[in-house]
């Protein structure tokens, strides 16, 4: 399958570097960063749902505190004070 798309002139010039440095021709090296983004961001969607699921089943759980508790312990952690 071909697909073209425009790159700014910083970007073609990133590209085409990165193929010179590994021996390859640009357009390998274009289509293994593609594959390798798109594999990332299905893992980081599959992490973040993951992440939203397991907050959900603690809620559900009752295992929550008030955003007014969570505020007090990051002030306290991080040494902030308290604008109220």
């Not at 970007?11 to 570097?17: F, I």
């Not at 274009?30 to 603690?58: H, M, N, P």
Request: aromatic share 6%; charged share 30%.
């Amino acid at each position: 399958m071909s697909i073209m798309i425009s790159l700014s002139p910083e970007v073609e010039a990133q590209l085409r570097e990165k193929a010179a440095q590994q021996g390859q021709d640009v357009s390998i090296v274009a289509a293994e960063l593609i594959t390798d983004i798109l594999k990332w961001e299905l893992q980081d969607s599959e992490a973040a749902i993951v992440g939203i699921q397991r907050g959900l089943d603690e809620f559900e759980a009752g295992r929550s505190r008030s955003f007014h508790e969570f505020a007090e312990e990051q002030r306290r952690k991080y040494n902030l004070q308290n604008d109220s």
